[in-house]
C-alpha cells in the first residue's frame, strides 16, 4: 500500500526537466574556463611535440600529462604538486611493471591483480586520492598493450610517461601558478550562487511559474537545492581548511574566508526556515499580494547573493556600490512586505523575522567585504591532529579486511581488470586496453552507479567516436591533427563537472586523435570504430563483475543509514529544545548537529537512490524510506525556524514543559532504551507553550506532526517486516 500519493506524470515531468536544466546552468556557470585551458595546453603540448619531432612515443607522454592535470585535486601548489607527483612515480613503475611482463601472461596478470587494487583501495583517502587510483589503474593495463618487446623498449616508454607527469607539474608550478587560495574563494562564490539558486526557486514556487504539485513540488525543489547548497558547503569547508593550514602567511586571508562561509550556512539555514514556513501557508498565501511580496523580496535576495558571489575586488568601488543597491532594494521589499502585505495576510509576521535575519546576514557580509578588520578571527587549527601521511596510513590499514567496503570494491577493481587483460590478451583483441580501460573507469563501489556510468560512457564513446571519424575525414595531415586536440582537451576539461557523457564524448574524441599520432597507419574511422566496441565490452564486463563479485546488500545499508539518520534527527531534536528552554549545563553545538543531521539524511537518500536506480530492485516498495527522508527534512525545516527564536527564561513553566516535551519527541524519533513509546496525546505540544510561546507552537507541531508519521512509518515497517 503506497504511503503517499505521488504527482501526476506531466507535473513530475516537468519538475526534473526544471531540476536538471538548473543543475546544467549551474554547472556551466561554474566551470574555471582559464584552468581547462591551462590543463588542456599541457596536455595537448605533447602531441604537437610528437608530430614536429616525428616521436609517436611523445603520445604516450601527452597521456601521462593529461592525467596528471586530470589527477590535480586543486587547492595548495604543495598539495597539488605531491598528488601530481605521486601519480608520475607510481604510474611510472606501473608502467614499467605492465609493459615489461605484458608478453608472460603468468606474470602480467598477478600483477594486473595486485595494483589495480591498490589504485582501488586509494578510494578511502578521499575523491581526489580516488581518481589517482584510478587513473593509476587504468595506466597499468593501457601499459600492458604498449609495443614494448625489451627491457629498454620498456624503461623508455616509463621514461616518457614519467617526463609527461614532471612537464605537467612543471607547467602548474612555475609557469601557470594559481593561487593557493584560488579554488577556496572560488568554492564559497559557489556556495553564495548556490543561495541565489535557492531563492530564485522559492520565489518560482510563489510566482506560479513553478509547475503545481502540491507538496510534492515544494519536496522536489527543496530536496535538490538543500543537498546541493549542503554539499558546496561541506567542500568550500574542506578548500579554505587546504589553504589555512598550508599557507600561514594568507592565515588572514583564510579567516576571511570561513567568516563569508559561515555567513552563507547562517542564510541557508535562514532559507531553509524560510521554505518550511512557505511551504506550511502555501495555501492561504500563494496566489494573492502576499504570495507576490514573497516572491519579489526572495527574487531580490538572489540578486544580492549574486552580488556578494560576483565580488572580485574588495577596493573596487563599483562593486561595493552594487552590493549596497541591491542590498537597499531588497530592505525597501521587506519594508513594502510590512506595509500592504501584512494588512491582508497577518500570518505573513511569522516569515518576517527569516527574511530580516537574510538581511542583516548579508549586511554583516558587506561589512567584511569592503571594511577593514570587520571579519572576526577564525579559530585555529588543532595541534594534536595527526599528519596527513600518518593519517593516510591509519586510514589504509585499517580498510585491509574483507569487512570494509573500500577494500572489497578494491578487490572488484582488481579481479574486473585482471579478467579484463587476460581475455584481451588470450583473444588478442585489437586496441583491447580500450576494454580494459572502461572497466576501470566505470566499475564504481555501487551496481547501482554502476549501471548509470556505463550507460552514460556507452553513449558518449560511441558519440565522441563518430565525432572523431568525422573530424579526422575533415583533417588531412598530422600537424591539422596535433592542434585540433588542444580544443577537444579544452572540452574534455571543461565537460568533467557538467556530464559524465559530456565528458566522455570529448574524452573519446581526443584519445582517439592521440592514438593515430602514436599509430598513423590506422585509419581514424577504424580507431573509432574500435574504441567504440571496446568501449561497449568493457561495459558489459563491468556491469557482469559488479553484478557478481561480492554485490553490495544496499536495502541493508538503506535500513542502516535511515536509522542513523533518525538517531542523529533525534540528538538535534534534543538538544535543540534544551537550548530554547535555557537548560543544559554543558549546551551543545546546534549547528554541528544540525550538520550531522542533514548529512546523515543525505547519506541516506543517496542509498536510496542507488536502490531505486539498481535494475534489479527496481520493482522494490521504497515508499517507506521516501517519506521516512521527507519526514526528517520537514523536522530540521522546522528546526531552523525555531532556531530564530529567542531563549525561554530557565524558571518558566513553558521552559519546563519544552524540556520535557524534547525528550519526548527525542524518544519517538529514536528510542535510546526499552521504555514504553509515547501515545499520540503526548506527542502534541503542551498547552504551557502553546499559551504562553505561540511563536515556538507553530513550529514545534510541525516538528510533533512530523515525528507522528515517523512512528507510523516505523511501526508499519515492525508490522509488515519489511526491510526499508
Known amino acids: 500500500m ?50 614536429l619531432a616525428h616521436e609517436p612515443r611523445l603520445g604516450w607522454t601527452a597521456i601521462a600529462a593529461f592525467w596528471a592535470c586530470f589527477g590535480d585535486p586543486g587547492g595548495p601548489l604543495r598539495q597539488r604538486a605531491g598528488s601530481m607527483l605521486a601519480l608520475g612515480l607510481i604510474g611510472a613503475l606501473f608502467c614499467f611493471l605492465a609493459s615489461a611482463s605484458a608478453t608472460h601472461l603468468w606474470l602480467l596478470l598477478p600483477l ?36 614494448a618487446p625489451t627491457l629498454t623498449d620498456s624503461l623508455s616508454y616509463t621514461l616518457f610517461f ?83 593550514d598550508a599557507r600561514p602567511s594568507r592565515r588572514a586571508r583564510a ?13 541557508f539555514i535562514a532559507l531553509v526556515a524560510a521554505a518550511d514556513l512557505l511551504e506550511s501557508n502555501a495555501p492561504r498565501w500563494l496566489g494573492r499580494s502576499a504570495g507576490a511580496h514573497l516572491s519579489h523580496a526572495m527574487h531580490r535576495y538572489a540578486s544580492v547573493c549574486n552580488a556578494i558571489a560576483s565580488t572580485s575586488d574588495v577596493g573596487d568601488p563599483k562593486q561595493a556600490e552594487c552590493l549596497r543597491d541591491r542590498l537597499a532594494h531588497y530592505s525597501a521589499g521587506l519594508h513594502d512586505l510590512r506595509g500592504g502585505a501584512l494588512a491582508y495576510a497577518p500570518d505573513l509576521a511569522t516569515v518576517i523575522p527569516v527574511l530580516d535575519r537574510l538581511l542583516h546576514t548579508a549586511q554583516a557580509v558587506m561589512q567584511a567585504l569592503f571594511d577593514q578588520g570587520a571579519a572576526p578571527a577564525a579559530p585555529a587549527r588543532n595541534a594534536g ?15 585491509l579486511r574483507f569487512e570494509s567496503d573500500a577494500f572489497r570494491h578494491a578487490l572488484r577493481v582488481g579481479v574486473g581488470a585482471t579478467i579484463a587483460v587476460a581475455l584481451s590478451k588470450t583473444f588478442a583483441v585489437n586496441h583491447g586496453y580500450w576494454m580494459s580501460l572502461t572497466l576501470v573507469f566505470i566499475l564504481q563501489p ?26 579526422g575525414l575533415l583533417l588531412s595531415t598530422p600537424l591539422s591533427v596535433a592542434l585540433a586536440v588542444l580544443p577537444i582537451a579544452l572540452g574534455t576539461f571543461a565537460a568533467r563537472t557538467i556530464h559524465y557523457a559530456l565528458f566522455t564524448f570529448f574524452l573519446t ?4 586523435l ?73 549546551p551543545q553545538d546546534i549547528v554541528a548537529l544540525r550538520r550531522l543531521a542533514c548529512l546523515s539524511a543525505d547519506n541516506a537518500e543517496a542509498s536510496l537512490q542507488r536502490l531505486q536506480q539498481n535494475p534489479v530492485h527496481r520493482d522494490r516498495n521504497v515508499d517507506t524510506a521516501v517519506n521516512l527522508l521527507n519526514a526528517m527534512r520537514r523536522i530540521t525545516a522546522a528546526g531552523t525556524v525555531l532556531e530564530i527564536q529567542p531563549v525561554l527564561p530557565a524558571a518558566s513553566p513553558a521552559a519546563s514543559a519544552l524540556r520535557d516535551y524534547g525528550a519526548v519527541l527525542a524518544h519517538a524519533l529514536h528510542p535510546q532504551d526499552e521504555a514504553p513509546a509515547a501515545d499520540a496525546r503526548a506527542l502534541g505540544v503542551p498547552a504551557a507553550i502553546s499559551a504562553a510561546e505561540p511563536a515556538l507552537a507553530a513550529p514545534l507541531e510541525r516538528i510533533a506532526q512530523q515525528t507522528r508519521n515517523i512512528r507510523q512509518l516505523r511501526e508499519r515497517v515492525q508490522k509488515d517486516g519489511s526491510a526499508t
Open 2 to 51: 503506497r504511503l503517499s500519493p505521488l504527482p501526476d506524470p506531466p507535473a513530475a515531468f516537468s519538475i526534473r526537466v526544471t531540476n536538471l536544466l538548473s543543475r546544467w546552468r549551474a554547472s556551466l556557470r561554474n566551470v574555471l574556463w582559464l584552468d581547462a585551458l591551462q590543463a588542456a595546453a599541457i596536455s595537448a603540448a605533447p602531441v604537437i611535440l610528437a608530430v
Open 112 to 147: 594486473t591483480f595486485v595494483c589495480c587494487t591498490f589504485g582501488g583501495l586509494l578510494r578511502v583517502l578521499g575523491p581526489a586520492a580516488a581518481i589517482v587510483g584510478t587513473l593509476l589503474s587504468a595506466g597499468f593495463v593501457v601499459a600492458a598493450e604498449l609495443p
Open 162 to 244: 614519467l617526463a609527461g607527469a614532471v612537464w605537467a607539474i612543471l607547467m602548474t608550478a612555475l609557469v601557470w601558478r594559481r593561487r593557493p587560495w584560488k579554488d577556496a574563494t572560488h568554492a564559497v562564490a559557489h556556495c553564495y550562487r548556490g543561495l541565489a539558486d535557492f531563492a530564485d526557486a522559492l520565489a518560482r514556487m510563489y510566482s506560479g511559474l513553478a509547475p503545481a504539485g502540491g507538496p510534492q513540488a515544494w519536496t522536489a525543489v527543496t530536496r535538490a537545492q538543500r543537498g546541493a547548497q549542503r554539499a558546496a558547503l561541506e567542500a568550500a569547508r574542506v578548500r579554505i581548511r587546504e589553504v589555512q
Open 255 to 267: 579567516h576571511q574566508l570561513l567568516y563569508l562561509l559561515d555567513s552563507a550556512e547562517d542564510s
Open 385 to 399: 591532529e595527526p599528519s596527513g601521511a600518518r593519517q593516510a596510513w591509519r586510514t589504509l590499514r585499517q580498510n
Open 446 to 471: 555501487y551496481f547501482a552507479t554502476t549501471w548509470q556510468r556505463t550507460f552514460e560512457r556507452v553513449i558518449g564513446s560511441v558519440a565522441g567516436a563518430i565525432g572523431a571519424s568525422l573530424l
Open 509 to 512: 574524441s581526443q584519445f582517439v
Open 514 to 586: 592521440v592514438s593515430h599520432i602514436q599509430q598513423p597507419e590506422i585509419y581514424e574511422p577504424m580507431l573509432a570504430a574500435l574504441r567504440a566496441f571496446n568501449s561497449v565490452l568493457g561495459g558489459i564486463l563491468a556491469l557482469l563483475v559488479g553484478f557478481l563479485v561480492w554485490p553490495e546488500k544496499e536495502p541493508r545499508q538503506l535500513a542502516g543509514a535511515l536509522a542513523r539518520a533518525l538517531s542523529r534527527h533525534a540528538d538535534y531534536a534534543l538538544a535543540l529544545t534544551r537550548e530554547k528552554s535555557g537548560g543544559g549545563d554543558a
